[in-house]
């Protein structure tokens, strides 16, 4: 009785917004130095500071960001700017699809506060706790995102700021840190699973290669990932059950 009554505060702590917060702490390298990168890239875009962090904090994406930068140099419509953006953001759709069911229990609207803070690499910390068989809660993802968003708005800012001294981020390596922290959630992820799953997982990013190649002959690039990451994913949920 004593061993459980020590072991249960244990488990709960283990879904707090405090231990949300320290669950982040690994992918905030990731944030700070893309963040700043795109600061950086948006004051060569002629953005101010303040649309720079405007766009930290309302789009809250970062490729979909440096996507906004490159049109709006390219003098592209405002409505393919938008559509453009929608496009790439889609990605967010199916990963708040695989978290959703841990977080039934909650309101729509507390769902939805939760999906639209989401990002990759909240998803690579969310489902790699999930892969080791740890409870999440929406105290634990709040502590998750919040962070995540907070240190993301500052790290554009910062990058605006001190934009004019760094002219080419790519010098720093800041351009390789963000695939950097994938690779990581990614080896982090995959020592959880076991060998079935494994090879199962590993077909599954061969077809989607093969598929976003196929497609490239017929779309642009950005359309063809995000088609075959909805195809494959598909695939993979029908097969998985």
Same mark, same amino acid.
């Given at each position: 009785?004593? #061993?459980l ?11 707090? =917004?405090?231990?949300g917060v320290?669950?982040?702490?690994? &992918?905030?390298?990731?944030?700070i130095s ?11 875009? @002629?953005?101010?500071?303040? #649309? ?8 809250y994406a +970062?490729?979909?960001q *440096?996507i /906004? ?19 790439v953001?889609l !990605? @967010? ?6 978290l959703?069911?841990h =977080?039934?229990k909650?309101?729509?609207? !507390?769902n ?6 989401? &990002?990759?690499?909240?998803? +690579?910390?969310? /489902?790699n ?6 409870? /999440?809660n ?6 998750l ?5 907070? *240190?993301?708005?500052l790290?554009?800012l910062? +990058?605006?700021? =001190?934009?004019?001294? /760094? ?6 390596? %800041?351009d ?9 959630? %990614?080896v982090?992820?995959l020592q @959880?699973i076991?060998?079935?799953?494994l ?16 497609l ?7 359309i ?5 990451t909805i195809i494959?994913?598909?695939? +993979? ?5």
């Amino acid at each position: 009785m004593n #061993e459980l009554s020590h072991e249960m505060p244990r488990e709960k702590n283990l879904s707090t =917004f405090s231990q949300g917060v320290k669950d982040c702490i690994p &992918t905030l390298i990731g944030y700070i130095s893309i963040g700043i990168a795109m600061g950086i890239v948006g004051v060569s875009s @002629n953005l101010s500071i303040v #649309e720079i962090t405007l766009l930290a904090a309302l789009v809250y994406a +970062g490729a979909s960001q *440096f996507i /906004i930068c490159a049109l709006l140099v390219s003098g592209s419509p405002l409505s393919v700017i938008v559509f453009t953006t929608f496009i790439v953001n889609l !990605r @967010n759709f199916l990963l708040s699809m695989a978290l959703a069911p841990h =977080f039934t229990k909650y309101s729509l609207m !507390r769902n939805i506060g939760i999906g639209a803070l989401v &990002t990759d690499e909240s998803f +690579g910390v969310a /489902i790699n706790k999930i892969a080791k068989k740890e409870n /999440i809660n929406a105290q634990w993802m709040n502590g998750l995102n919040v962070t995540a968003y907070i *240190f993301w708005i500052l790290s554009c800012l910062l +990058g605006s700021i =001190f934009g004019k001294w /760094i002219s080419n981020p790519e010098v720093f390596g %800041l351009d390789f840190s963000l695939t950097a922290m994938f690779l990581a959630l %990614l080896v982090l992820q995959l020592q @959880n699973i076991d060998n079935g799953k494994l090879k199962f997982y590993l077909s599954l990013i061969v077809y989607v290669v093969i598929l976003m190649l196929v497609l490239c002959m017929f779309v642009p690039s950005y359309i063809a990932i995000i088609l075959s990451t909805i195809i494959v994913a598909t695939i +993979g949920v029908v097969k998985d059950k």
